[in-house]
């Protein structure tokens, strides 16, 4: 049975001084409720993620006891593609016809700080200050820049137009281009990275309403149907996040495996992807998570970016919205923003920044540690 | 606050003894991860007796084929820079354990270090200048103070140094 999205709600990214998470939250759901022409009392269901922000059921306190069930998601990165991806299973499961799936998330200031217990890491990899996401990724884009002749002018250019896309999105953190010269001049934080190449964690909600595909008429006249959505963690060998030792041999990174149970699912191939939001906690990742979503080979990366091919008015947009580079990492919200943007793409509501042609097959992707991919394949 | 002494008292990023020694007393960052007090160090892993797979640091149990036989290895002392990245700001505390302030750090480099037929280990370097590391240059281990605790003494840990400037 299919699944579609009848309604959609974001409450803008960036930093909310005297709201909390759960009033970010509520704001998303809301307006996803009125979006699809539903009430909360009309939900049969409800998942919901935040890993800073507050248990998200608690949200029933405000939007009404209705005894549905709610359940919490905590999946790192992943928590809003895998509240989804719940979501989506338990319709098809026939157990609910309609339901609600909210992320969101509110975290302090500066670079991800974890608890290496929580990760089942030694308290020493924490110690001696290895323990950073943004220093994998460095290392990770600095091998595969060696590996695959990847420039740092790319690097460079999938900043600009992080930049540039959220310049032209209202919900997004960052509102103003920045140029090229500035991102390569910013300051150096994980070699080859700079400020301006990085997200940053922040604040901010997204809510999708769901229901079975063939009761969509009911809602909307212009239902998104989700084609697949798949959730993988590591294989041996695949080269992760956190991870003080790596074996010799390598294995598919859990985006490439989670992609692939995705596609097949979906019944439609990477090929027929007309717009992709993907995870760009960082520039390199952008890059890298375009080959392991199979949108491209390795190494034509280069000469996509360079020729301007993932730009809005490309062959292939990424990030449409601005990406996490522009719109900050709410983590329980970031998968769901991807979602949102996507719908409005699909719809053809996305205004300024609107990929032309009339897109119909959207993809969003996202990877957390300590190592774990979602994607979901959307269309109209 | 001991660590910006130990930048001076660290040797050359790419020269000198595989431990640096001090007249303080010196204790490992952590048991079992790897050999001391020696002056031929090694990092402590532990290898599978049923696949052969061998992982950092020593666990009870086999991340391959899942098998809970392991037994200790000791981990060659070189290897090949496999990539790298370098720490330009100061990581927060928890869980970070240095005891620099965000005025007087400065930057160090992490890499993956390839030891031949074993693993590939995480390690912070001695050379910090991404200009001077490249993929694929050998490396050694070497054992330095990178802290001092609460009673003065000094916290050893280990990193790899860039051989070929020797």
């Known amino acids: 049975m299919d699944v579609a999205i009848i309604g959609i709600g974001i409450h803008p990214f960036g930093r909310f001084d005297g709201m909390s998470g759960l009033d970010l939250g509520e704001v998303a759901a809301r307006r996803a409720l009125s979006d699809a022409g539903l009430a909360w009392s009309d939900m049969e269901f409800a998942f919901g993620g935040s890993i800073d922000g507050g248990y998200a059921d608690s949200l029933v306190s405000r939007l009404g006891l209705t005894g549905i069930p709610f359940t919490n998601v905590s999946n790192g990165c992943a928590t809003g593609g895998s509240a989804l991806a719940m979501a989506v299973n338990r319709i098809q499961a026939n157990e609910s016809d309609l339901g609600l799936v909210v992320g969101f998330d509110k975290h302090p200031r500066g670079a991800f700080a974890a608890d290496p217990a929580s990760l089942g890491l030694p308290q020493w990899y924490g110690e001696t200050g290895m323990m950073l996401t943004t220093q994998f990724f460095a290392m990770k884009i600095q091998r595969y820049m060696h590996t695959y002749g990847i420039s740092e002018s790319s690097l460079t250019k999938v900043a600009a137009k992080a930049f540039r896309n959220g310049a032209m999105n209202p919900n997004s953190w960052r509102q103003k281009p920045v140029s090229e010269e500035e991102i390569a001049g910013s300051r150096l934080l994980n070699h080859p990275l700079t400020q301006y190449m990085l997200c940053s964690p922040n604040e901010g909600a997204a809510a999708v309403v769901l229901c079975r595909a063939d009761q969509a008429a009911r809602y909307t006249q212009r239902p998104v149907i989700v084609n697949g959505v798949a959730l993988r963690t590591r294989l041996f060998g695949s080269f992760e996040v956190m991870a003080p030792s790596l074996p010799l041999e390598q294995a598919a990174s859990p985006t490439a495996q989670a992609a692939t149970a995705c596609f097949e699912a979906a019944g439609i191939g990477p090929e027929d992807v007309d717009v992709a939001q993907l995870q760009d906690g960082e520039v390199g990742a952008e890059i890298m998570h375009m080959a392991e979503n199979g949108l491209c080979a390795d190494g034509d990366q280069e000469a996509m970016i360079q020729a301007g091919e993932t730009e809005i008015t490309g062959r292939l947009p990424i990030n449409t919205d601005g990406g996490l580079i522009a719109n900050g990492e709410p983590i329980g919200a970031s998968a769901l923003r991807q979602v949102h943007e996507l719908v409005l793409q699909l719809r053809g509501d996305a205004g300024a920044r609107q990929v032309p042609g009339e897109p119909r097959v959207g993809y969003a992707q996202v990877y957390g540690a300590p190592g774990t991919g979602c994607c979901t394949v959307l269309s109209r | ?166």
């Open chain 2, 1 to 166: 606050m001991l660590t910006a002494a130990y930048k001076s008292a660290t040797l050359s990023p790419t020269a000198g003894p595989n431990v640096v020694r001090s007249s303080l007393k010196q204790t490992p960052i952590a048991e079992h991860l790897f050999t001391w007090p020696t002056d031929q160090p090694q990092l402590i892993g532990s290898r599978c007796s049923d696949c052969g797979v061998v992982t950092f640091p020593s666990q009870g149990s086999c991340p391959k084929c899942t098998s809970q036989s392991v037994t200790e290895a000791l981990l060659p002392r070189r290897g090949t820079l496999w990539t790298f990245t370098t720490q330009e700001f100061l990581p927060k505390t928890p869980p970070y354990a240095g005891t620099e302030s965000a005025e007087d750090f400065t930057p160090y480099g992490v890499g993956y270090v390839e030891l031949p037929d074993h693993v590939m280990v995480e390690s912070r370097l001695t050379e910090s200048d991404p200009h001077r590391l490249r993929i694929g240059m050998p490396m050694e281990l070497v054992i330095e103070p990178f802290r001092s605790d609460a009673a003065g003494d000094e916290v050893m840990s280990f990193a790899f140094r860039p051989v070929e400037a020797r």
